[in-house]
């Protein structure tokens, strides 16, 4: 399995709005925000890449998003709130490493015929509970403190 270049890019956009942009508070201010532009310049990732991806990841819940003076972006929750597969799944819908599963038509030989279908939705579930116990906060750690903690 490979994420896309979506999700993977999403992944580096919340790592840096998560070390910019404080958790907003219980009054929806934040001690700090940035914009995706910001995100963009820590990132390297093209502006409209970035805000393409804010976009979504506020629908999804993970940022927030202010207008105006004091305006930009927070995260929704605290980042050790915040998994990694929710950041998949804000950008590449719920986790499923086959089509069927989705009920998505699609050009399988098998068909409803297949013995193998049924046992997707474990597969998926295992998928996503592994991905769901890799915290924000895990992903900001700087590669040496990881090594170390190995």
């Known amino acids: ?3 896309s270049s979506m999700a993977d890019y999403a992944v580096v956009a919340m790592v840096a709005a998560a070390r910019q942009c404080p958790t907003a508070g219980a009054d929806g201010d934040a ?3 940035a914009n995706a532009g910001q995100l963009a310049l820590e990132t390297g990732l093209p502006a409209p890449t970035v805000q393409k991806l804010v976009s979504r990841l506020v629908a999804a819940g ?3 998003s202010a207008r105006g003076a004091g305006g930009g972006l927070a995260l929704a929750r605290d980042a050790h709130d915040i998994s ?3 950041i998949v799944e804000a950008v590449e819908g719920p986790i499923a ?3 069927c599963v989705e009920g998505i038509s699609h050009d399988c030989a098998p068909g409803l015929g297949c013995s193998v279908r049924p046992h997707w939705p474990v597969v998926n579930e295992a998928l996503r509970l592994a991905l769901s116990g890799v915290p924000l906060t895990r992903l900001m750690t700087p590669q040496d403190d990881v090594d170390m903690v190995q």
């Open 97 to 99: 490493l086959t089509p």
């Open 84 to 86: 990694l597969a929710d």
């Open 62 to 64: 993970l940022l927030t």
């Open 1 to 3: 399995m490979r994420l």
């Open 31 to 33: 001690r700090a925000r």
